[in-house]
């Protein structure tokens, strides 16, 4: 497979409980227990003055020569592995195993926890005995995720606004879970009637949270106006007619068989919103609105029957590259004049699992596919692509996060329904959340 990843690890899940002695960085001090009491007052003037001095003098360099170990950088958390984390007895229904007090959305519950029929199988239940470990030693900086930090974050220096597909959908539910009682999520849906996938989803603080006393509201944040996360609902990053527009400004792929603009969609729909729509939502004013954070995630819509390039996925390969260095210059343009700190973050794209329904463990490698379903077989080199143009366009608050590796070591950990959605509750998704929540309060 194309990834060019080290997936070539083995140590056991058991090593996770054995820290090495080097952890523990201070220096025995029985020599001074030892020492005669003016050994220790010479030592005390004549070293540990001047040493302390010394150190005072030097804090600032060696505050940044430590300052990596506070950021756990993407791909250094995504070297770790999912470790065996055995559930209580009493965790019997779908939200204990999952570690939620419930969901703030009612959109497609059981669906979207894989609790189907409205029971926990044994199935879903292991596939909530899983941790994902980074590497030790490596993020030690990384604190546990507590909700109550996201809360503030979210409250306090701003919300999250996710743009994407389906499975950025599952990733709003997921969140819905992880912050619930302390959220409230907007629109209500009711089980047996339709509703549309391009209606926005929001999150707002539930004025009965217990925490609400901690939390010190920015001026003009309103409790019931202003969301802490919202979900729209953009498959392919823009509006149909911005990528005809783009597609008109770029010479052809193959000159001998070039695809008109015009023709270069599919059969497939999707739901589309152009950056011009969205991107004022991201840093619009309060209360209607304060976001800090824009997560972004596409790929898995880039199909040859979303799209009908004359030489298929190549092609839309291409203009997939094309199409995120457009985006990237957009997204920079909206940030000029940004006063607030404002980030964006990329999320790479998860990957589906062939025969995913038979396997009910984690794998300690990445499997190469065996067919070529959808685009899934292109979709690390979509991934590789979009980070490539983030890393080169270099601009200080776009950022592309590399963390699909964790997810694509979890073939057990799917919706029912197919082998792309991932169930909540699993820790796949919820990894996402704490690592974004880490990567924003470490920048
Ligand atoms: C659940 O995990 C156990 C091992 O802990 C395994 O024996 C069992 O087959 C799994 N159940 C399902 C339905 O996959
Ligand atoms: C907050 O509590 C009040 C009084 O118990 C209740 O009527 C209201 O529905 C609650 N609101 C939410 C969002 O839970
Ligand atoms: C152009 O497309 C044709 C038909 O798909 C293909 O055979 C040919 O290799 C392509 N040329 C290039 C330069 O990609």
């Known amino acids: 497979m194309q990834t060019g990843r080290d997936d070539s690890f083995a140590s056991s899940w058991k090593s996770h409980f054995n820290f090495s002695r080097s952890d523990q960085g201070y220096l025995p001090l029985y020599p001074l227990k030892q020492a005669r009491h003016f050994k220790v007052k010479t030592l005390l003037l004549f070293s540990l003055v001047p040493l302390s001095l010394l ?30 984390s055995p559930l209580p007895d009493t965790a019997q229904d779908v939200l204990s195993v999952s570690g939620f007090e419930g969901c703030a959305s009612s959109r497609e519950f059981e669906w979207h926890l894989r609790n189907d029929g409205g029971k926990l199988g044994e199935y ?13 030693n490596k993020c030690r900086g990384m604190k ?3 909700k109550e930090d996201l809360l503030k974050e979210l409250v306090e220096r701003g919300g999250w606004l996710l743009i994407g597909d389906s499975v950025t959908e599952e990733h709003f539910f997921s969140l819905s879970c992880t912050l619930y009682p302390h959220v409230v999520a907007t629109p209500k849906y009711v089980d047996g009637t339709a509703f549309d996938r391009a209606w926005p989803q929001n999150l707002y603080l539930n004025p009965n949270s217990s925490l609400l006393p901690s939390l010190e509201l920015p001026v003009g944040f309103d409790i019931a106006k202003t969301p802490l996360v919202t979900f729209r609902r953009v498959d392919l990053l823009f509006s149909r007619d911005d990528l005809i527009g783009l597609h008109k400004t770029l010479p052809p792929y193959n000159t001998t068989y070039p695809t008109l603009s015009s023709e ?3 059969t497939q729909e999707s739901w589309d919103l152009s950056p011009s729509e ?18 972004v995630n596409t790929a898995g819509h880039w199909t040859e029957t979303t799209f009908a390039f004359t030489n ?12 995120t260095r457009a985006w990237v210059k957009a ?9 607030e700190g404002r980030q964006v973050l990329v999320r790479s794209y998860a990957l589906g ?31 590789e692509a979009f980070e490539a143009v983030v890393e080169n366009f270099g601009h200080p608050q776009i950022h592309f996060l590399a963390i699909d590796r964790p997810q694509q070591l979890r073939p057990d950990a799917h919706a029912s329904s197919d082998c792309l959605h991932i169930a909540v509750g699993t820790g796949v998704i919820e990894g996402w959340t704490s690592y974004i929540t880490h990567y924003i309060t470490n920048l």
């Open 144 to 146: 546990p995720f507590a």
């Open 264 to 266: 270069i969609f599919g």
């Open 312 to 323: 298929g996925l190549p092609e839309i390969f291409a203009f997939f590259g094309d199409a």
């Open 278 to 295: 969205y991107l004022p939502i991201f840093t619009a004013p309060l209360p209607e609105a304060h976001y800090r954070t824009l997560i």
């Open 331 to 339: 997204v920079a343009s909206a940030l000029k004049g940004d006063t």
């Open 353 to 383: 699992h062939e025969n995913c329904q038979n396997i009910n463990m984690p794998y300690k490698e990445i499997h190469p596919y065996q067919w070529t379903w959808y685009n899934w077989n292109w979709l690390d080199r979509f991934n």
């Open 55 to 84: 150190l005072l003098y030097l804090q600032p360099h060696i505050s940044a020569a430590i300052s990596p170990w506070s950021l756990c950088d993407p791909h250094t958390y995504s070297a770790g592995e999912w470790v065996f």
């Open 124 to 136: 879903r239940r292991n596939a909530s005995r899983w941790v994902w470990q980074p590497p030790k």
